[in-house]
């Protein structure tokens, strides 16, 4: 199945995106590698494989050990980046990880999940949480991060992604969530796509409507394009500088959807060549996620203020 913000799929800044997802321990590296090499073979950005597809109940496995090895030669081999989940050993700790592979075939991020699972905790050795929260990477395509399942649960992780200016976030895990990923997305404004040991894919957009819901048996592989250049705004201090973004550029930019409830609007690019969010920062629009960290910076700095008997306003 393929998702795309039709009619301008191909303007503002596409990722197109393979979600694989099956239940864990079910089948062989080679099986596995042939539904990753399907999915290379349509030109994709990144591949998707859920959390520790291959040693859920296993031995754990170092970076250079035979599941990362093959998932780098098929990013090599098709030039997209592969998000590839391992129970993973480093030196004394066992880890619940992400790797992300960059075209080349390269190691370019890791995040080790910060909150794992309690049956985790009965492996021997036990998976440890995270000594650092997540990181977001700057692909070609744009700004994505990582989480692992139990980790929805915990809004911290999710803040921290959003702090950092995460555009994507894949969501490897055991199970779907749903509503805890939509939360997210709409509080956050990120894309959140999922691969999961439930045989299935959920897509949420940034203003957090569910783009996409698929199951499949054995194996559900969901394809979708995301075009990372809509950008999401509050009518606060922008309805003018909007008005005049699009008397002068009507033709490059539109509204794409207006929420009046949540006071909110989506612009996006009308044709190729043509970068929104870059053109909105010109004309001073400031986008949601960084309207609501301004104010919460500004707000707090005001308390702290007010807590030490100083003039909120200088």
Excluded at 138 to 167: H, K, Y
Excluded at 278 to 287: H, K, R
Aim: charged share 25%.
């Amino acid at each position: 199945m393929t998702v795309t913000r039709d009619p301008a799929q191909t303007c503002g800044r596409p990722v197109t995106i393979a979600s694989i997802s099956f239940a864990p321990d079910k089948y062989s590296l080679d099986e596995i590698a042939q539904w990753v090499d399907r999915c290379g073979e349509k030109g994709v950005d990144l591949i998707a494989l859920p959390e520790t597809f291959r040693t859920q109940n296993g031995a754990p496995e170092t970076l250079d050990g035979p599941t990362v090895t093959t998932m780098a030669g098929l990013a090599r081999k098709h030039r997209t980046y592969v998000v590839c989940p391992i129970d993973r050993t480093d030196g004394e700790r066992r880890l619940n990880t992400a790797v992300l592979l960059d075209r080349s075939g390269r190691i370019v991020s890791l995040y080790d999940k910060v909150y794992p699972y309690w049956s985790e905790f009965d492996l021997e050795p036990v998976v440890q949480p995270a000594s650092a929260g997540p990181e977001v990477y700057a692909t070609d395509f744009g700004r994505i991060g990582l989480a692992i399942c139990f980790d929805v649960n915990f809004p911290s992780v999710w803040q921290s992604l959003a702090d950092q200016g995460a555009e994507l976030v894949v969501w490897p895990s055991a199970y779907s969530a749903g509503r805890s990923l939509q939360a997210h997305a709409i509080n956050h404004h990120y894309y959140i796509v999922t691969s999961t040991h439930n045989r299935d894919c959920l897509v949420y957009d940034i203003t957090g409507e569910r783009l996409l819901y698929a199951r499949n048996e054995p194996a559900n592989i969901s394809y979708v394009t995301l075009d990372l250049d809509r950008g999401i705004y509050h009518e606060n201090f922008n309805l003018a500088k909007r008005d005049q973004l699009l008397a002068e550029h009507g033709e490059d930019i539109e509204i794409e959807q207006v929420l009046p409830l949540e006071q909110w609007f989506v612009l996006r690019a009308k044709r190729p060549g043509v970068q929104a969010r870059t053109l909105a920062a010109a004309y001073g629009l400031e986008e949601l996620r960084d309207y609501k960290a301004r104010s919460r910076r500004d707000i707090d700095d005001m308390r702290a203020a007010a807590e030490n008997d100083q003039p909120i306003f200088a």
